[in-house]
């Protein structure tokens, strides 16, 4: 498969859904951008585009494709927005909450809920930019991921499964292996607000469902 089409396929396959929740119960994906969201979906499609720039892609081999055929996708619930196959719950800026609270917060919002696991790069990459347009600005906050190390030292799980983590974006000199810092949350600043870090537990923080 050559370069190009390796291109597109690649375009396809990380396509963002963005949907608002105050429509049908049902939906049909889209290529073309929600009309009551187009700043948000605009958002997305330029974060799109840094990340297949990382995979070596540029702008002009990804602007020909085809849509794909439409597939039903389950409606996220109202107040939360649909990136990819995942539906995001953000915090407001006014609730913290410290990592225990905040995964059994997320359950309240929906059963099946949890911490938000970033477990490709495109959604580590996405979500915190959903964030900064939610908010209207970066806040320099942190907010708690769904992965910790309390069992053993620097060898992190998912706080839903307790699986090793796969993908990693560490801060650099992170984790540092302190052992009252045995949670993760995205780091603070606007520069590195995709990346993560260790913090302890019991900090009141901002948070992902």
């Known amino acids: 498969m050559n370069k190009i089409h390796l291109g597109k396929l690649l375009f396809l396959l990380l396509l963002v859904q963005v949907y608002s929740s105050n429509a049908d119960d049902t939906r049909t994906a889209q290529c073309k951008a929600n009309s009551t969201l187009p700043k948000l979906q605009n958002l997305m499609e330029n974060s799109m585009e840094k990340v297949l720039r990382e995979f070596g892609f540029d702008k002009n081999q990804t602007q020909n494709y085809e849509c794909p055929p439409s597939a039903p996708l389950q409606e996220c619930p109202l107040g939360w927005f649909r990136i990819i196959d995942s539906c995001i719950w953000v915090s407001p800026p006014d609730m913290t909450l410290d990592a225990e609270n905040a995964t059994l917060y997320c359950k309240t919002k929906l ?30 906050e942190n907010f708690w991921l769904g992965m910790n190390d309390k069992v053993n030292e620097r060898q992190f799980v998912y706080t839903s499964s307790g699986k090793p983590v796969g993908f990693t974006n560490w801060l650099d000199g992170q984790p540092d292996g302190r052992t009252s810092q045995n949670c993760v949350v995205f780091a603070q600043r606007a520069e590195s607000k995709k990346k993560w870090r260790e913090d302890g537990c019991h900090h009141g923080r901002r948070f992902l469902c």
């Open 111 to 140: 059963l099946t809920a949890r911490l938000f696991e970033p477990r490709t790069q495109i959604l580590n990459t996405l979500v915190p930019e959903l964030v900064t347009f939610l908010d209207g600005s970066h806040l320099n």
